[in-house]
């Protein structure tokens, strides 16, 4: 049983901040396979197409047969771990600073032995579940876990070292205006956040979700206009040192795409926030978070973008709101590198069209707010940096990935005019 | 004659027994716009980024770039801000004779009303009332509706509910006496505009900007420290930015008084 983690004590102010460091990075390209399938949380292993065997470590060619055609496949995750031990040094810094760390090898029901990290409550000859996550370093390690749940089992030093997860943590959310904001903040709260402050914009009009908010326990809704320079520099000087999530839920959106519109007023303000809110919350927040990464039970962790899953190709309707956020998912991606050295997280979360005003002409199926939450912190909880929010994300992201070219035809015909 | 005049101003202006006001709220990117409908073009709200601060993006000199709209902060309405007043000469800030930057100032003081009521209604009953008091309104004299609005701060200024914002504001009759029975050259407000919150509830919608305007007149808002101003005998000084064919503009708004006046 894994023993419960207890909320971090307040911080000694004479004590050096630990400087993260990080797990070898180094990787095969063929490796990288199962580091993109980590980001999104999927265990896949290399099938071969010409024999069928399913490979670990992954390779450029088949093991059995020797061909080339290797396709990344999700992979039943069950086994039966076979060995075990425990490491009490090392000489890579990140290890030493963890031991004793438990590693092993598990017989896969798909075939291949692996040698994995092991949850603390995997006991020999017993049946497990692997699952692939990104370790600080982004590069995908596999751990073992008992296939039967165990007490706390979340709290496991081994697993917290891979997830985001929001437990302790101390969250901040953009964007008391969403319509999301609530339910995040309710779902966060839930998942134990010690602390979830709320940016709120133009405090000189009424926000409709700002009683719901006030009246939750761990909420604090402070000033914040990602729009305005001075306001995100002001709060990151406030709460940049204790925030160890950083939820970017800010968003502008008016339907239309180029010809839709007659000038630019609303793409400006589309970019103000969905680009240029996030580049400026980042220099910001950044810094201060990405130095963080080491610093205890609640040390900063993740960094999350809420898009458009039309970030990915252009949904016409709402063309110019899609550009912008394609430019906030390319921001990102610079953001994720640039956040690499440090092992502070970037993830996306994509949503199709949500249930609220801007999307209200459009029919279902729309994503609610509770859905966005529940998405948000399983994402969270299980390290993620790429997830699909409801059908459509997720039906647009399957499409991208298999031909984004005949998605972008799908999505931008005109019409039976002939 | 005149240089007595200015010579008399210099030398009031330096023993200070006529005073400067300042009648401008500081441009903030906090202070309240108006809000429209989100279907519609938005007011930009002041915003300012650092080109450089005496570092590496320029070592030795700190400067900004400001983005705002015509309409933000203590700004000038043109005449060219309504659809009343489109087909009307001179009609933008750039073209307005600059004689009208400068002239004299009644000041009708509703912040008792206001206090209590925050859709008060200035009404001609209620200038002929300040008229009786102060004497008639000159032609071509700016005139303010003092309501100390101005000293609202966060979201009481707005004061936007479910039914739309509530603030102090002249009724159509009133606009119309001030344009056809005393050719004001322009009315100013504390609030946000130059109607009331709930203008857009009078036939015409929004009278102030819709008489105003169509008869060549101009608008001042988001005005402050009306209190310091007498009832008449002031000089406002309010020139807008030359911009080409603006049709309003934030500006400093200024005011001299003689110093037994306040």
Redesign the interface.
């Known amino acids: 049983m894994t023993d419960p983690l207890s909320p971090p004590p307040k911080k000694n102010p004479q004590v050096r901040t630990v400087s993260p460091t990080r797990p070898p990075e180094a990787r095969s390209r063929a490796a990288l396979g199962l580091s993109a399938a980590a980001a999104e949380g999927r265990f896949a292993l290399q099938h071969c197409d010409e024999c069928g065997k399913v490979q670990y470590p992954p390779r450029d060619a088949c093991s059995g047969c020797l061909s080339t055609e290797l396709r990344w496949k999700d992979t039943d995750a069950k086994g039966t771990l076979l060995a075990e031990t425990t490491i009490h040094t090392s000489t890579k810094l990140y290890f030493r600073e963890r031991t004793p760390w438990r590693t092993g090898s598990v017989q896969l029901d798909a075939g291949p032995v692996i040698i994995c990290h092991l949850h603390g409550d995997c006991v020999r000859n017993g049946r497990v579940d692997i699952i692939n996550r990104l370790d600080r370093s982004g590069q995908a390690v596999l751990l073992a876990l008992p296939s039967q749940r165990s007490p706390h089992m979340e709290d496991d030093p081994q697993l917290r070292a891979m997830t985001s997860d929001p437990k302790h943590r101390r969250i901040l959310i953009t964007d008391a205006r969403n319509p999301n904001t609530s339910e995040i903040a309710r779902a966060l709260s839930d998942a134990g956040a010690s602390m979830i402050f709320v940016g709120l914009s133009?405090?000189?009009?009424?926000s409709p979700t700002l009683d719901a908010l006030s009246a939750m326990d761990k909420v604090d809704v402070l000033?914040l206009?990602v729009?305005?320079?001075?306001?995100v520099q002001k709060l990151a000087g406030a709460i940049g040192g204790k925030t160890d999530i950083l939820i970017n839920n800010a968003r502008f959106l008016?339907p239309g795409g180029v010809l839709a519109r007659s000038?630019t007023?609303?793409a400006k303000?589309e970019m103000e926030v969905n680009y240029f809110g996030l580049m400026r919350l980042a220099q910001s927040f950044g810094p201060v978070m990405a130095s963080r990464t080491a610093d205890g039970v609640n040390a900063s962790v993740a960094w999350v973008n809420i898009l458009s899953v039309h970030a990915l190709s252009s949904q016409p309707e709402f063309g110019c709101f899609s550009a912008s956020n394609a430019a906030a998912r390319s921001l990102s991606q610079s953001l994720r590198a640039e956040f690499r050295a440090s092992g502070l997280r970037v993830m996306n979360l994509y949503c199709g069209p949500t249930e609220d005003?801007w999307y209200q002409p459009l029919p279902p199926p729309k994503v609610t707010p509770q859905a966005v939450a529940r998405t948000l912190v399983t994402g969270l909880q299980n390290g993620l940096e790429e997830t699909y929010c409801g059908d459509v994300a997720k039906d647009v992201f399957e499409r991208f990935r298999d031909n984004p070219l005949i998605l972008e035809r799908e999505t931008t015909l005109a019409g039976d005019g002939a | 004659m005149s240089e007595t005049i200015l010579s008399d101003l210099a030398k009031a202006l330096g023993d200070q027994s006529i005073k400067v006001i300042d009648l401008t709220h500081t441009l903030d990117p906090d202070f309240p716009v108006i809000i429209l409908p989100p279907e519609f073009n938005q007011c930009a709200r002041f915003r300012m980024e650092e080109i450089s601060a005496y570092d590496h993006r320029g070592p030795a000199w700190k400067w900004h770039n400001i983005t705002l709209s015509e309409h933000t902060g203590t700004h000038f309405d043109a005449p060219a801000h309504w659809i009343s007043g489109r087909d009307l000469p001179n009609n933008s800030v750039d073209t307005i004779n600059p004689a009208n930057f400068v002239g004299p100032v009644m000041v009708i003081d509703c912040s008792e009303g206001s206090a209590t009521n925050e859709d008060f209604e200035l009404t001609p009953e209620l200038i002929l009332a300040w008229e009786e008091e102060h004497g008639e309104i000159p032609k071509d004299s700016w005139v303010l509706m003092r309501t100390d609005w101005s000293k609202k701060t966060g979201a009481d200024y707005l004061n936007m509910r479910d039914d739309g914002p509530h603030s102090p504001g002249p009724t159509p009759d009133a606009i119309r006496f001030l344009i056809h029975e005393r050719n004001i050259r322009g009315f100013g407000t504390e609030t946000v505009g130059t109607d009331a919150g709930q203008g857009s509830h009078y036939t015409p919608p929004y009278p102030a900007h819709f008489y105003l305007h169509g008869a060549g007149k101009f608008g001042l808002q988001c005005l402050a420290n009306l209190d310091l101003l007498p009832p008449r005998g002031a000089i406002l000084l309010a020139a807008p930015l030359k911009i080409k064919d603006g049709t309003g503009s934030p500006l400093r708004v200024m005011a001299l008084v003689q110093g037994n006046d306040i």
């Open positions: 133009e405090t000189w009009r009424p000033p206009d729009t305005d320079t001075h306001s008016r000038d007023s609303f303000e005003e």
